[in-house]
């Protein structure tokens, strides 16, 4: 059995969210630690959907933003069992640190 990977691995995806993600942060304290975390489906062909927020950052604005991003998604390689592509829920966390002023 294989889980679903992200195109190029999770160091890959790491950099795909730095990439992507915008958070405002400004009236958040410096050096916060923010996690969100985003379950999806990963289909039998790769593709990413039915998105939902398992763990909220409790800030409406910082959950959208990930779902937002999760739409840019590129196709990612299927996870296989029994050799057979099959659906897969995953589970992504997301873990922003506030930056220093």
Do not use: H
Not at 6 to 21: D, H, I, M, T, V
Not at 62 to 67: F, W
């Amino acid at each position: 059995d294989v889980m679903p990977e992200f195109p190029g691995g999770n160091a890959a995806l790491q950099r795909f969210l730095l990439k992507n993600l915008r958070f405002d942060f400004d009236e958040q304290e410096p050096g916060t630690r923010i996690e969100i975390r985003c379950r999806f489906v990963v289909d039998g062909n790769g593709n990413v959907s039915a998105a939902e927020i398992v763990k909220s950052a409790g800030k409406n604005a910082y959950d959208k933003e990930v779902t937002r991003v999760k739409e840019k998604m590129p196709q990612w390689k299927p996870g296989i069992k029994r050799n057979k592509n099959v659906a897969v829920y995953f589970t992504l966390p997301v873990i922003v640190e506030v930056p220093e002023q």
